[in-house]
């Protein structure tokens, strides 16, 4: 079963720094790769989708990168601001069997930048 | 148009009643699905219907029943359901759904019902 770990939990960093939040998952056989950012009690905003070929995608401040073969992903978001203060979540789009496919979603890493 | 739209917004509701949560996309997406999400926890798949048709039930309990009158439209119906069940529910669609291998697939969120179960 495919799980997603994302590291660390919470990060609070000042503003105009720049940070990396990591994604980690067991299974490498996935199809893509997802950031999501989800402000509290609202739905969630597609950020970057890696396809399982590709090596990373940018948009703007933020950069994706995966490694397949290693299970891992990062985002690095440039030159923070408090308005990118929010929850983060992976999600890998993967086989789960009976013939479907499904997102699986890490926990999230809630961010906070401090002006 | 990239949006999915979720009706209501909020909803309260005792035990014993019957409410519905509706949701809708006019982006041409033929996979539509249902996620239920816990304070501070990662959305969790419920359903997925794929054409129309119902093509994953996450070992949801009968007390949601989902509907997909059209290809626009996904329903779900709630009927006894127990303070546990107070979550956010997100509605999301994507193109061509869970059946076809190798297909970039992006799914799209709406913005949740908040729902709280007395």
Redesign the interface.
Known sequence: KQEVTQIPAALSVPEGENLVLNCSFTDSAIYNLQWFRQDPGKGLTSLLLIQSSQREQTSGRLNASLDKSSGRSTLYIAASQPGDSATYLCAVYAYSGAGSYQLTFGKGTKLSVIP | DTEVT?TPKHLVMGMTNKKSLKCEQHMGHRAMYWYKQKA????E?MF?YSYEKL??NESVPSRFSPECPNSSLLNLHLHALQPEDSA?Y?C?SSQVG???????????????T?LTVL
Request: proline residues 11%; charged residues 20%.
């Open positions: 979720q501070k926890k990662p959305p798949l997925v093509s994953i956010l997100l999301a869970a059946r076809l291998a190798g297909v970039t697939d992006t799914q799209y969120f709406g913005p949740g908040r």
